[in-house]
């Protein structure tokens, strides 16, 4: 399948693309700086910013699905995953692909969450500290519900480093899903989605 990818240079957006290819995708990946994505004969690399619908629209033109790990790098009111979710999703539109595959933090809400009090009290903590960075993924899945795609939003608790262990759970905030997840797992669970229409349209929480 030829895959856009958005986010590829990060540290989860690594282990997507190195997954992506060992499954033998075609990849073509938006980044800043060339030099930090690997070499592959199907790998392309856009440069660029996502700020950039130009940059944006080359990504995307010729792929069958696109996936996106972008977050917001500091906690300024600059909103750039928002804004630039809102070039991809118009992209897509013009290229007519249909299948997008985004991540988010599991503080995102959903209405088939039932958080317990750890839950929000962790969703406070964000808040308070991050509120920029909380607001601006907030808006990004706003958008992506809003939008006419076969989306589904992946919704992830904190990230760790460790080896994929193919261990995932599936559920919501408060509903059968712990408080880590291995960046390789998440993005294996999301490779995955390309394959399903299981949740589609939804926003599942995951977990190991």
Do not use: C
């Not at 989605?193 to 929480?205: C, H, T």
């Amino acid at each position: 399948m030829k895959l856009a990818i958005f986010g590829g240079s990060g540290r989860t957006g690594r282990h997507l693309i190195e997954q992506a290819l060992a499954a033998g995708h075609h990849v073509t990946a938006l980044a800043r700086t060339i030099a930090k994505m690997p070499v592959h004969e199907r790998l392309t690399v856009v440069q660029g910013d996502v700020q950039d619908p130009s940059a944006v629209e080359r990504t995307i033109a010729g792929a069958e699905a696109v996936i996106s790990v972008l977050g917001p790098t500091s906690n300024e009111p600059k909103f750039e995953i928002s804004r630039g979710m809102q070039h991809i999703l118009a992209a897509m539109q013009k290229h007519g692909v249909r299948r997008l595959i985004v991540s988010a933090g599991a503080g995102v809400g959903d209405p088939n969450d039932t958080p317990q009090l750890f839950n929000k009290a962790i969703n406070l903590l964000i808040k308070r500290l991050s509120r920029n960075v909380y607001e601006d993924m907030v808006r990004v899945v706003e958008i992506v519900r809003a939008s006419d795609r076969d989306w589904t939003v992946v919704r992830v608790p904190r990230l760790l480093d460790g080896p994929r262990t193919g261990n995932v759970k599936v559920g919501y905030v408060g509903k059968g899903i712990g408080p880590t997840i291995n960046r390789a797992d998440m993005a294996d669970f999301m490779l995955r989605q390309l394959e399903s229409d299981a949740y589609v349209r939804k926003a599942p929480a995951i977990s190991n």
